[in-house]
């Protein structure tokens, strides 16, 4: 026992100090943690003998993160999107899977493992993807909403892939039809319970729990593992298990907190996960799979983002949009490592089969990530060559007519707290407001105020031919980001735009930095608001 706490000691100093590396290198930690594996695993340093005890951690780590998927599953981002949200999603499940099927049979692979290599290029990680929109401040954007969204539709499936591919590994026997009969309704006599429990027994007990916010977590945490057990137990899976426990739950007022909490703990024991697999893999077989897995790799990195932006630039939207949004799935998941694993333990693919997925995963991974980092700077030097993937006019993306563009004298950028409070103070001294802003939600409480609104990010120089500039006195950016003020400030000279401008500005060197480029006026809101509020304590001093 002693042994085994020094050798987990020894594996996390080594991940912390590679993670760091990674850090450096903006690298997701899967990627890093895959490399650490490899590196504690009997390929090099060969400390990792404690497999059962990994092994555990890793299993508890998977039920956790299907645990997440389950309790964040917000349908309402797939509504709030419409058809393009189910339309992108569906549409690159299916061009992925049967490509990816015909590519894998085209380069020597068998019938089984083919299907499952194809299923694994098909799913994007939820996980890295959110995390880097969320670092560049574009999860609230429209390609970022999108992209949420068709992300949700492939978390989906991928549950679903793995109940088939569960019931199929237990209807394996002399009737397989009885077999595959008794798993469908077992499936449908646990859903029945649940359905109840979460309707007169779950919204209690949580409630209950609440008053105690370590006995909430603990609940959870018990209630995932134990539903985990369960599935396993009825012919499903753990990880089917752990996701309907977390839907179970995604319906109380609690799974922000739940959530919130957990992330952590999901992140920790995935790391045991990842260390498993690097150190699982045969490095004896990446000479013989390198070109298949350069081959996959590159129809995952340039296949995935051109199927996006067709259905999305049919849909309406514009090439950048699309772009931006299709970048997101140019590379596998966490979940496809996951269906491969689940896969050798029902022995239907090799551990070869694996190594092929882990190496697609490690190349995809970590080249995306840069392309998703560069994304802007990628689509100026490549936006020409992208035009067959948008229609002449991107309807979805252009101001509904109703909205009147040739009333509109004020433009306003960015309808946050600020923006939206000076769009009221305008519209009451009688000015017609055309609010631009790249959060849906927004767009649409505006459109609901019957205001008129319209998609748009104040980075996209190309966004202004779609403006009514001719008629407009004013366009105001409330963005205080110095490199998104110059961006607007010269696409409206691109345009032709001759009225005036006011941009907004944190502090006084951006301000005159941007007086200098021809800014017409710079809002400083922490600067005015404070001058005001002296005045107002100035005016009400006692006599």
Same mark, same amino acid.
């Given at each position: !026992?002693e042994?085994?706490f020094?050798?987990f ?15 450096l290198l ?6 890093i943690?895959?490399a ?7 390929a090099w ?5 404690? &497999?059962d ?6 299993? !508890?780590?998977?039920a956790?993160l299907?645990f997440? $998927?389950g309790?964040?599953?917000d349908m309402h ?6 058809r393009v949200a189910?339309? *992108?999603? #569906? ?6 899977s ?9 380069l020597?692979i068998?019938? $089984?493992a083919?299907l ?6 098909t ?9 880097l929109?969320?670092?560049?401040r574009?999860?609230d954007?429209l +390609? ?9 539709v492939?978390?989906? !499936?991928?549950v679903l @892939? !793995?109940? &088939? ?6 209807a394996q026997?002399?009737h ?6 008794a ?13 109840l #429990? ?6 209690r007990i ?5 008053? @105690?916010?370590?006995?909430l ?7 995932a593992?134990?539903?985990?057990a369960?599935?396993d137990?009825?012919?499903?899976s753990?990880?089917?298990g ?7 739950l995604a319906?109380t007022p609690?799974?922000?907190s739940?959530?919130?909490?957990? *992330?952590? #703990?999901r992140?920790f024991l995935?790391?045991f996960f990842f260390i ?5 893999l045969?490095?004896?077989l990446v000479?013989s799979?390198l070109l /298949?897995?350069?081959v996959?790799?590159l ?11 067709a259905?999305?630039g049919y849909?309406?939207?514009r ?8 970048l997101?799935v140019a ?11 689940l896969? $050798? ?6 551990a070869e089969?694996?190594g092929?997925?882990?190496?697609v995963?490690?190349?995809t991974i970590?080249?995306s990530?840069?392309l998703?980092?560069?994304? +802007? ?10 035009? %067959?993937?948008?229609?002449?006019? %991107? ?6 007519d109703?909205?009147g563009p040739?009333q ?7 309808l946050?707290?600020? &923006? ?9 001294q ?6 631009v802003?790249?959060? /849906? ?5 505006? +459109?609901?105020?019957g +205001?008129?609104?319209?998609?748009g990010?104040a980075?996209d %120089?190309?966004?202004a031919a779609s403006?009514p ?9 409330? $963005?205080?980001?110095?490199?998104t003020n110059?961006?607007l400030l010269?696409?409206?000279r691109?345009f ?9 500005a944190h502090h006084?060197r951006? @301000?005159?930095?941007l ?9 400083l /809101?922490f600067?005015d608001a404070?001058k005001e509020a002296a005045?107002?304590?100035l005016v009400?001093?006692p006599?």
């Amino acid at each position: !026992m002693e042994n085994q706490f020094y050798e987990f000691a020894i594996i996390l100093i080594i991940a912390a100090a590679m993670g760091a590396i990674g850090q450096l290198l903006r690298q997701p930690l899967i990627v890093i943690f895959i490399a650490v594996g490899i590196c504690v695993g009997p390929a090099w340093l060969d400390i990792a003998t404690a &497999g059962d005890e990994i092994d555990l951690l890793a299993r !508890m780590g998977i039920a956790i993160l299907l645990f997440l $998927v389950g309790l964040r599953l917000d349908m309402h981002v797939v509504r709030s999107m419409g058809r393009v949200a189910l339309a *992108t999603g #569906l549409g690159q499940v299916l061009f992925t899977s049967v490509v990816g099927f015909l590519l894998c049979l085209a380069l020597g692979i068998s019938m $089984v493992a083919a299907l499952y290599t194809a299923m694994a290029l098909t799913f994007s990680s939820t996980i890295i993807i959110v995390k880097l929109l969320s670092d560049k401040r574009e999860i609230d954007s429209l +390609h970022g909403r999108i992209a949420v969204g068709f992300l949700i539709v492939q978390d989906i !499936m991928v549950v679903l @892939a !793995m109940i &088939g591919m569960s019931a199929l590994g237990g209807a394996q026997q002399e009737h397989p039809w009885w077999g595959a009969a008794a798993i469908v309704a077992k499936g449908s006599l646990f859903l029945l319970s649940l359905g109840l #429990l979460m309707r007169y027994v779950l919204p209690r007990i949580v409630h209950w729990m609440a008053h @105690a916010q370590e006995l909430l977590i603990l609940f959870a945490v018990a209630w995932a593992l134990a539903l985990a057990a369960l599935g396993d137990w009825l012919g499903f899976s753990k990880e089917v298990g752990a996701f309907l426990a977390g839907v179970s739950l995604a319906s109380t007022p609690f799974r922000d907190s739940i959530g919130s909490r957990l *992330t952590s #703990l999901r992140d920790f024991l995935l790391l045991f996960f990842f260390i498993e697999l690097g150190s699982s893999l045969d490095l004896s077989l990446v000479g013989s799979q390198l070109l /298949p897995a350069i081959v996959l790799s590159l129809f995952v990195l340039i296949g995935n983002p051109l199927i996006v932006m067709a259905i999305m630039g049919y849909m309406g939207y514009r090439r950048r949009t699309g772009f931006l949004a299709g970048l997101t799935v140019a590379q596998i998941s966490e979940f496809s490592l996951i269906l491969a694993a689940l896969g $050798v333990s029902l022995d239907h693919i090799g551990a070869e089969t694996l190594g092929l997925v882990t190496q697609v995963g490690l190349i995809t991974i970590g080249l995306s990530t840069y392309l998703i980092l560069y994304s +802007h700077p990628i689509y100026e030097r490549i936006a020409g060559l992208l035009k %067959p993937f948008e229609r002449r006019t %991107p309807f979805r993306e252009l101001q509904d007519d109703a909205a009147g563009p040739q009333q509109i004298d004020t433009i306003i950028f960015g309808l946050g707290r600020f &923006g939206n409070n000076l769009a009221r103070q305008l519209r009451q001294q009688g000015r017609e407001l055309l609010g631009v802003d790249f959060d /849906p939600q927004i767009i649409a409480t505006w +459109h609901a105020r019957g +205001h008129a609104a319209q998609y748009g990010d104040a980075d996209d %120089p190309d966004l202004a031919a779609s403006l009514p500039l001719t008629h407009a006195e004013w366009v105001v950016c409330t $963005v205080p980001r110095y490199a998104t003020n110059i961006t607007l400030l010269q696409a409206l000279r691109h345009f032709g735009y001759r009225g005036r401008v006011a941009l907004t500005a944190h502090h006084a060197r951006d @301000a005159e930095q941007l007086r200098q480029e021809g800014a017409d006026l710079v809002l400083l /809101p922490f600067v005015d608001a404070a001058k005001e509020a002296a005045d107002t304590l100035l005016v009400k001093e006692p006599q």
